[in-house]
């Protein structure tokens, strides 16, 4: 069974879904149920993990949190999880590029590929998508729109160093 709750925040309304093991999504409002293929679940406003998930979004966005210490509970193909999971990896106040993500799987060919998995991820901004940048530079897609990614990208340089995205 799954579980959801809706929270908002300084990038929108975003839905929560807990499943029994862990965290399996973080949604922007109005984005298609297509990208992330998931059952919404029954809404549960007190379920502790969704309780939990909110506080610890909360502190993100006042620039208290650097680190998400939740369970998660990735659906997809092995290949997308592999690259979700890299992507935990990368720092706070940091960006990696597609190649970059691909290098660290042992295929540079496979770039589209990562980008592929990265629009897919489920659980944006704790597993950090919107860190991944184009070799270029620029901000690429991201299902919460571009700018809400320069926007998690400006909360992240501000803790870190100046802002590259105004």
């Known amino acids: 069974m799954n579980y959801f ?5 300084p990038v929108g ?3 929560l879904i807990a499943t029994e093991k862990g965290l ?6 109005g984005e298609s149920l297509e990208r992330v293929k998931i059952d919404r679940g029954i809404e549960a406003k007190n379920n502790p993990l969704l309780l939990e998930t909110e506080k610890q979004l909360s502190e993100y966005f006042q620039k208290q949190r650097t680190v998400f210490n939740l369970p998660l509970d990735f659906t997809g193909t092995e290949f997308q999880k592999k690259v979700w999971e890299l992507l935990l ?10 190649g970059d993500i ?3 799987l042992g295929d540079i060919k496979a770039v589209r590929a990562v980008g592929a998995a990265n629009g897919k991820n489920p659980i944006s901004i704790i597993a950090p ?3 991944v940048i184009g070799t270029s530079g620029k901000l690429t897609g991201f299902a919460g ?3 809400n990614k320069a926007f998690l990208l400006r909360l992240e340089q501000s803790r870190t160093t100046p802002t590259l995205w105004d």
Not at 5 to 9: C, F, G, L, N
Request: proline fraction near 3%; hydrophobic fraction near 35%; charge should be positive.
């Open 5 to 9: 709750k809706d929270i908002q925040t």
């Open 13 to 15: 309304l975003l839905k």
């Open 24 to 29: 399996a999504a973080v949604l922007w409002e």
């Open 89 to 98: 990896t990368i720092p706070f106040g940091e960006t990696r590029t597609y």
């Open 102 to 104: 691909a290098r660290q």
């Open 129 to 131: 998508c919107h860190r």
């Open 145 to 147: 729109g571009l700018t």
